[in-house]
């Protein structure tokens, strides 16, 4: 069965151009050009992954983001005119899975839904394992975290980073190891985004994430992850 995508882009004519390509690679795609309508069909009948416009009409996409990330952990590629690191974080901090700027190679985006929904099926496929350390719990072919039983809504970048750094407790890894697990290789982006991630990460399972005893900082290096104990 071919993947769905929906794309919320308010350019009609870069819509289309979007469409066509995803048809031709064997996608099911649906169009829409409106943040309301975007969110709504998102709810309605998820997609295997939204391509989403920053700025949309009626509702904007960061908005649209936030709102999915409260329920649900479809992959979220965003597309934008904006071009700065801070946007970029931004949309990576809001629960983004990839980031695109305008313009871009339609065979390039591709490329990333393709990437993206690869990653996602990998970790449906992968056996019954539980990986533990401490209090969190991660539950790799259910795409599940928990911290001491509580389920915690992790985006499919979270959890890729979350899954790497649980299965080897202790060990560090450069911000450069990390950001190979949630991106293409070679692609422009700064070692910002694991921290981005990161910050995120200890938002939601930390008792206190200005004083993590989970996810560890390393400095000069990365993270690691601790055994559920600050580690002396």
């Known amino acids: 069965m071919s993947a769905y995508v929906l794309v919320a882009e308010d350019d009609e004519k870069q819509a289309e151009l979007i469409r066509r390509y995803l048809v031709h690679d064997g996608y099911a795609v649906t169009v829409v050009h409106d943040g309301p309508t975007a969110l709504d069909m998102a709810v309605k009948r998820p997609p295997d992954l939204l391509v989403l416009d920053w700025m949309l009409p009626g509702l904007d ?6 709102r999915i990330r409260d329920t649900g952990d479809m992959p979220i590629l965003m597309l934008t005119a904006r071009s700065t690191e801070d946007d970029l ?10 980031y ?21 099926r990998q970790q449906e496929r992968t056996g019954e394992v539980l990986l533990k350390a401490g209090p969190l719990t991660v539950a790799p072919d259910r795409h599940e975290v928990s911290v001491n039983g509580l389920p ?9 980073l979350l899954s790497t750094l649980v299965a080897a407790p202790g060990r560090v890894f450069t911000r450069a190891q990390l950001l190979h697990c949630i991106t293409d290789h070679g692609r422009a982006v700064t070692e910002r985004t694991v921290d981005m991630h990161m ?4 938002k939601k399972i930390e008792i206190s994430p200005r004083r993590p005893e989970l996810l560890l900082t390393v400095h000069g290096v990365g993270y690691k992850l601790s055994r559920g104990r600050r580690d002396v």
């Open 61 to 66: 996409g960061l908005e649209i983001c936030r």
């Open 89 to 98: 974080l931004l949309g990576l901090g809001i629960g983004a899975d990839d």
């Open 100 to 120: 695109m700027t305008k313009p871009f190679r339609p065979r390039e985006l591709v490329a990333r839904i393709r990437t993206l929904l690869r990653r996602t």
């Open 152 to 160: 915690v809504n992790c985006t499919p970048s979270e959890f890729r």
């Open 199 to 202: 910050m995120n990460l200890r």
